[in-house]
């Protein structure tokens, strides 16, 4: 299509007879994103409502703990997120008191995976002894491959259990 990029396909293979064959595969196209050039989208204010639920912490080994938890997050006031194709879950592992949380484990937050609907669940998450918080940031992803800077994403801050 003239002035649009293509920015995504997603496409599932498998084989049809892999005893007979072993060249021989089926295609199957099941999506393709297109999008104009020009096409900007503003990520909204920060209006999300960020919440989490069924939180276990089991004991691990050396002084830390493991956590699982579901993340979920919408927009407030009912505004539609359809704009949105992805979301992308990092971590960043907070030390020190929960009233000073300025120092950080590590440099950069750590990435944990992408979701495609407004929830993610984390599942047997390492936390080291000695964190006290961890902040759950998910970065919103446009349809036209666009994304919200870190630092302006929503985030679900969570207090490690003593």
Known sequence: MQGKTLTEIHA???KLNPA???SAYHVTLGHL???NPGQNIIFPPPSWQV???YINWEPGSDQS???SVNILWN???GNDASKFQNYRIYVEKMSGTNENLTEKRQDQPEYIGVAHVQAYYV???TVPAGTASLKFII???SVGGTFQPLNDSPTYQLDVKV
């Open 139 to 141: 970065q919103v992803f």
């Open 123 to 125: 599942s047997k998450l």
């Open 33 to 35: 994103s297109l999008r």
């Open 51 to 53: 919440c989490g639920e």
């Open 12 to 14: 599932v293979c498998y």
């Open 20 to 22: 007979s064959d072993r």
């Open 65 to 67: 703990k493991a956590v």
């Open 75 to 77: 927009l407030r006031d």
